[in-house]
């Protein structure tokens, strides 16, 4: 069982930047392909980033890439996404996500994660 939680969500004028984190519990975080997810008001839940296990390989929505950035700390047990340029199309509930152990982050991208966080609300305001 892996737990994780998000943190790093808030308030931000278009143009602005915040960096969300999510940290997970236990010893093999590594072993896990991880994603970020959003779901806005009204809206099903979007894929938004992915990151394999060694952090190698990075993939992003159309609609982010090029303003996010997703990274990993393994030795930290935690995955970032760094929000640069915010549009208010961005708002919405951030979730992180971690797929099955030693699979390809592929399947963090066509959204078969195993495990996710609770969320954390990012607004961009006008």
């Known amino acids: 069982q892996v737990q994780l939680v998000e943190s790093g969500g808030g308030l931000v004028q278009a143009g602005g930047s915040l960096r969300l984190s999510c940290a997970a519990s236990?010893?093999?975080?590594?072993?896990?392909?991880m994603g970020w997810f959003r779901q806005a008001p009204g809206k099903e839940r979007e894929f938004v980033a992915a990151?394999?296990?060694?952090?190698?390989?990075?993939y992003y929505a159309d609609s982010v890439k090029g303003r996010f950035t997703i990274s990993r700390d393994n030795d930290k047990n935690t995955v970032y996404l760094q929000m640069n340029s915010l549009k208010p199309e961005d708002t919405a509930a951030y979730y992180c996500?971690?797929?099955?152990?030693?699979?390809?982050?592929?399947?963090?991208?066509?959204?078969?994660?195993?495990?996710w966080g609770q969320g954390t609300q990012v607004t961009v305001s006008l």
């Open positions: 996500a971690a797929g099955s152990p030693y699979t390809p982050s592929s399947r963090v991208v066509d959204g078969r994660a195993i495990y």
């Open positions: 990151i394999s296990r060694s952090g190698g390989s990075t």
């Open positions: 236990g010893r093999t975080f590594s072993t896990y392909p």
